[in-house]
T-cell receptor
Framework: AQTVTQSQPEMSVQEAETVTLSCTYDTSENNYYLFWYKQPPSRQMILVIRQEAYKQQNATENRFSVNFQKAAKSFSLKISDSQLGDTAMYFCAFMSPDNTDKLIFGTGTRLQVFP | DTEVTQTPKHLVMGMTNKKSLKCEQHMGHRAMYWYKQKAKKPPELMFVYSYEKLSINESVPSRFSPECPNSSLLNLHLHALQPEDSALYLC??????????????FGNGTRLTVT
């Protein structure tokens, strides 16, 4: 069974600085999908960035980028130029390419951005 | 603005009440999901509907009864709940057919309190 591990329960960063959130996962599959979701106090789960395992190039979305290390089964999220609005819970998630529709979440990292 | 709308935002119910949670999306997605999220925990999958048919039931107690009356609507009927069922209930949707990865789009959730 697949598992997703986020070893940092809480992180903090000063505004305009860079922060990296860690995520590791375990799977025997060769192809799969990885996501980072953000959940602010408004409660909505918002997709931040996604990565297909067969693509070696790391995904980027504006200030958000990932460091995808397939062999190490690592999928970290880097937030550059942190903003107060980035304060939220961040969940790493894994999805198998089959039709099970199961999105497996990590336990989350609470990020606080300070002015 | 969320493209997945959930009502009500908050619900307080007694253990003998019958209530329903509603979810609506107009993105043409043909897969819809119910997740349960306890405080400071990741979302846990409850049900998946694909093309308006129940495709996954994660061994959820029968006091939770899902219904998908059409491709845009998803309901969760609640009856005889327990206090431990108090949680945030999240609805999500995704595309069908799924070509490659299809990320989930989440609503803002219904905060349920069972007294």
């Amino acid at each position: 069974a697949q598992t997703v591990t986020q070893s940092q329960p809480e992180m903090s960063v000063q505004e305009a600085e860079t922060v990296t959130l860690s995520c590791t996962y375990d799977t025997s599959e060769n192809n799969y999908y990885l996501f980072w979701y953000k959940q602010p106090p408004s409660r909505q789960m918002i997709l931040v960035i996604r990565q297909e395992a067969y693509k070696q190039q790391n995904a980027t979305e504006n200030r958000f980028s990932v460091n995808f290390q397939k062999a190490a089964k690592s999928f970290s999220l880097k937030i550059s130029d942190s903003q107060l609005g980035d304060t939220a819970m961040y969940f790493c998630a894994f999805m198998s390419p089959d039709n099970t529709d199961k999105l497996i979440f990590g336990t989350g990292t609470r990020l606080q951005v300070f002015p | 603005d969320t493209e997945v709308t959930q009502t009500p935002k908050h619900l307080v119910m007694g253990m003998t009440n019958k209530k329903s949670l509603k979810c609506e999306q107009h993105m043409g997605h043909r897969a819809m999901y119910w997740y349960k999220q306890k405080a400071k925990k990741p979302p846990e999958l409850m049900f998946v509907y694909s093309y308006e048919k129940l495709s996954i039931n994660e061994s959820v107690p029968s006091r939770f009864s899902p219904e998908c009356p059409n491709s845009s609507l998803l309901n969760l009927h609640l009856h005889a709940l327990q206090p431990e069922d108090s949680a945030l209930y999240l609805c999500a949707s995704s595309q069908r057919p799924r070509t490659g990865y299809s990320p989930l789009h989440f609503g803002n959730g219904t905060r349920l309190t069972v007294t």
